[in-house]
């Protein structure tokens, strides 16, 4: 049968819904991060875990991580003065996945990475000390305060973090950051 | 871990969602409690982009409707993981747009088309005068029924009803139906 009445202008919610289903994400917002609006990405989210039955302690960590995953996009847009940033939260076979966007100068790409190359070498144990010297102010790494978060996502993750720097123009990158937390049975 | 396609994809979703003025996507299903989160996520939203609070409410009660269109097919017949209901909220320089996407029995679609289009080709008056109608004839037990729920949109939104069926396979297509609010002219 032929569409009866498809209508151009409105395709995009169909492509938008096809890349959904692909990528299995249920929430997506893109925008401004104030407090607020925080607070509410963190409620809706909670009851979207409580309907997908997410176990306690794996809630407690997805929550966690989203909001490090948050303040890391505040603390950046304070920076910058626009927090103009990426949210998401996906569904995965036997978890969920937390996904932050936002930009970033092309100066600020190479510490991040290397900083993320060095969280993701390091085992459980290494983590910690890297976190309790982190705070303590010792090896305090080039990026800050985003250095510690890191590190705290990665520890409550218990997976490699996946990255990516996909280049805007010739000044930003757009930095995506992205975690996962298995469901514990 | 770097350089993961499936990762640069973000970029585009987030590009996309710029292009079309999209600030919040929701996909799955949908209960009461997910429903009012939503809801106060959007009221979020408008606080800080500083939306006049007449097209605040106006905008809350599409969103209602829409919403409840929503869940009353995905209580319907229609069970195939092909489809996933999306609902989507974003607003422009103009005013705010709200967008909801669900699985329909193609069986339906002119029933459906049907009511949008007279619901469309009505004016102000027209519309007052539909919506009486309209709720004495209709009875409790009209399942998808929901001609109330067009008329009160095109209401709110003082605007026509925007809406595409896209062809899923031979018995069921994607409904979309869009809606908006224009920001009230200040004198």
Known sequence: MEPIANNTNLHFVRELNQYIRKNKFMLAYSGQFSHVMTKSILSLA??????????????????????????NICSNGRREENNDALFM????????????????????????????D????????????????????????AIGEAGLSMIDIAKKSGNKLEFAFTPIDNDNSFFSLQSSVKQEN | MEKNSDIENNY???????????????????????????????EKNFDSEGVDS??????????????????????????DENTTPIFIVGNDEEGVIVI??????????????????????????????????????STISEVGGAGLGFIDMAR????????????INDSISFFILKSKVLNAVSV
């Open chain 1, 89 to 116: 939260l996906k569904k995965e076979f036997n978890g969920w996945q937390i996904i932050s966007g936002n930009t970033v100068k092309q100066n600020e790409v190479e510490p991040l990475r290397e900083h993320l």
């Open chain 1, 46 to 71: 909670e009851k979207k875990l409580d309907d997908d039955k997410a176990e306690l302690n794996t809630k407690k960590k997805v929550v966690n991580i989203m909001i490090e995953c948050m303040q």
């Open chain 2, 54 to 79: 007449s097209v605040k409410k106006k905008v809350f009660n599409i969103m209602v409707e829409a919403l409840q269109n929503i869940c009353k097919h995905q209580q319907t017949d229609i069970n």
């Open chain 1, 118 to 141: 060095l969280i993701n070498s390091q085992d459980k144990g290494l983590l910690k000390k890297t976190y309790t010297d982190t705070m303590k102010g010792v090896n305090v790494s």
């Open chain 2, 100 to 137: 909801s996407g669900n699985p329909i029995l193609n069986s339906k679609i002119q029933l459906v088309k049907d009511k949008i289009d007279k619901v469309n080709s009505l004016d102000k008056e027209g519309l007052k005068q539909f919506y009486k109608e309209a709720r004495l004839n």
């Open chain 2, 12 to 42: 585009l979703l987030h590009k996309k969602m710029k292009e079309h003025n999209i600030s919040l996507i929701y996909a799955g299903d949908f209960n009461q409690e997910i429903a009012k989160s939503v809801l106060s996520m959007t």
């Open chain 2, 156 to 167: 709110k939104s003082e605007n026509k009803l925007d809406y595409s069926f896209e062809y």
